[in-house]
Structures are given as C-alpha cells and as structure tokens.
C-alpha cells in the first residue's frame, strides 16, 4: 500500500500527458479578450457578433472586464488575456517590464479624450499652478504621458508636484472628497466629472500627446492563434464604422452596462477618434519619444525600442 507500481505508474503518466495536450488544444482555440468598462471592444462584446465569426473558424472567445490599461497589460504579460486595448502609456510600461507584447492596430489621436480637471472652484488656473500640489491619476495610463508633457510645457518640473496614483473611481473619490486638487483622466470618467460635478478643464493633450489608442496582443496568440486575431480586428473595424455613423446609438447601448447617462456618453464618444488602422513609422515613432520621455525621468527601468514589439506586416 502507498506505493504505486511502475505499469500503474506509467499509465498515471500517459493519461495525465494526453490531458495537459487535451487541455492545452482546447485552450489554443479560445481567444481571451481583455477590455475596459468603456471603448470599441465593449460594443463588440455588446453586438455579439464577434462570437459567430470566430466559432465559424473553431474558436470561441472569452471576456475579462479590467479598471484600466495597466492590469490588462500585467493580465496579458503572465497569459491570462490574449488581446486587449489601452492607451499610449502602458504599453510603454509593460515592454520595459518584458512583457511579450505586440502592437497589432490603432485608433488615431483623440486629444480632447483626456484631460487635468480641477473642481470648478478651484484657485488652480493654468498648469503652472499645479507646482506643489497633489495630482491624482492612474500610473501608467495615457494620462501620466499628458502629466508629464503638460508639465513640461508650463515650466514645473514632475518632481514638483504630488502624484497620487489611484484607480479611476478611488480618484474621483479622492478629487471630490478634496483630498487631491487636481485629478488627470480620460472619457469616459472625464465627461462624467465635467457633467455631473461641472469638474472643469485645465487642459486637454491637444497640442501636447497623441492620445493614440492601441490594440495589442501577446506573441504567444499571434504565432499561435494570428488567423483568429486578424477576424477580431476585423469585426472591430465593423463596430467602429457603426459607432461613427451613430453616435447616439452608441451611447444608448453602452449606458446601461457602463452606469453612465447616455448624454454623457455622447460627448465623450463625439471626442474619440475613429479608423481603426494598422500601425505605421509615424505611430511608432511617437511612442519612441513617449518611451524616451519616461526612462528619461527613471519612470522607466530601462530603455525600450518599441519597433520590437509591432506585429510584421501591421
């Protein structure tokens, strides 16, 4: 007793071999995507057509809701997502930390879809004001690029101000409470400030970042599963000419399942921008700067080339 033979022993073997085969067979046919409470991939998942597509193909897919960029791109860096979508910043964060990333799409500059708000009262009222203050945003998201040349451009440097890094709604909580005086954050949490507690904008990235939104993918899913990734993007590309077209349809879908009243959802997607288009020298080129910019200030471990991490043929 307690000691297994060796013709049992090797069957144990054999019949746990053929279930890790099994398991991972069945794993490579599933597309997991990430997403964010608000964007393009919400209205595919809420379209549902997504899912016909792929099993047309032998795939299924499956859905993981994430607060921001940053967790999506952790998710993704230790294989529990394949796809997903962010903004310019935390890609820049995750290819330094070694993640197996890759640039497959992006969606061009939406500049006024990110902002520093500051409460409408507030004695804050340029840029410059923000020296020696407590500014709440989520690290490394696309807002701490627009922090950072924001700052720049008023003359502070970052070192003099507070950052208070904090998700989207324990930021806002933070920013209403007074605990913060400023709070960087994008659509559509930045629409949802300005309408429902008149938070007013110090500035936008217009005229300072790109505010680029990116989809990315791990290698892992584009050696293995590329055919299903290009049928995602495809169908994402049908959504985006759908939400250009009707705007007010659009929010009235996502109202619902994002909590958010449909009018305020109509202004942030009037500022998102729309063409979901593959990624070219120029994109890349503007993330280089982006990726210089924080290993520039220590933010980054080390130096990236973020040409490494494009899909070949995007």
């Known amino acids: 007793m307690g000691r297994i033979g060796p013709i049992l022993r090797g069957a144990l073997i054999a019949i746990f071999a053929v279930a890790a085969v099994t398991a991972a067979k069945a794993d490579d046919k599933v597309v997991r995507i990430g997403f964010q409470k608000y964007g393009k991939l919400v209205l595919l998942k809420g379209k549902g057509t997504l899912e016909g597509q792929l099993k047309a193909i032998g795939y299924s897919v499956e859905w993981k809701e994430f607060p921001a960029g940053p967790q999506m791109l952790e998710a993704l860096n230790v294989g529990a997502i394949d796809f997903g979508n962010t903004g310019e910043t935390p890609p820049i964060f995750a290819q330094a930390a070694g993640a197996p990333l890759v640039y ?3 969606e061009p500059p939406a500049p006024k879809g990110e902002a520093i708000l500051v409460p409408q009262d507030s004695p804050i009222k340029s840029v410059a004001d923000l020296k020696g203050k407590k500014v709440a945003l989520n690290k490394g998201s696309n807002v701490h690029y627009l922090l ?11 070192t003099e101000i507070e950052p208070v890094f904090l998700a989207p709604a324990d930021a806002r909580a933070a920013f209403e409470r007074g605990a913060v005086q400023a709070w960087a954050i994008w659509d559509p949490f930045q629409a949802s400030a300005e309408g429902t507690i008149k938070a007013r904008e110090l500035t936008n990235a217009e005229g300072l970042v790109p505010n680029y939104q990116f989809y990315l993918a791990s290698r892992k899913a584009i050696d293995e599963r590329g055919k299903a990734i290009d049928v995602v993007l495809a169908q994402l590309r ?13 929010a009235a879908q996502l109202a619902p399942s994002i909590g958010l009243p449909a009018d305020i959802l109509e202004v942030a997607l009037e500022r998102q921008s729309y063409g979901i288009k593959p990624v070219d020298a120029a994109v890349i080129a503007d993330q280089q700067k982006l990726a210089d910019v924080f290993h520039g200030l220590g933010l980054l471990p080390k130096p990236i080339k973020v040409s490494d991490a494009v899909r070949s043929g995007s």
């Open 148 to 158: 950072v040349k924001a700052l720049e451009k008023a003359g502070v440097k970052y």
């Open 104 to 106: 497959v799409a992006y």
């Open 238 to 250: 049908d959504v985006d000419a759908w939400a250009k077209s009707d705007i007010k349809a659009v």
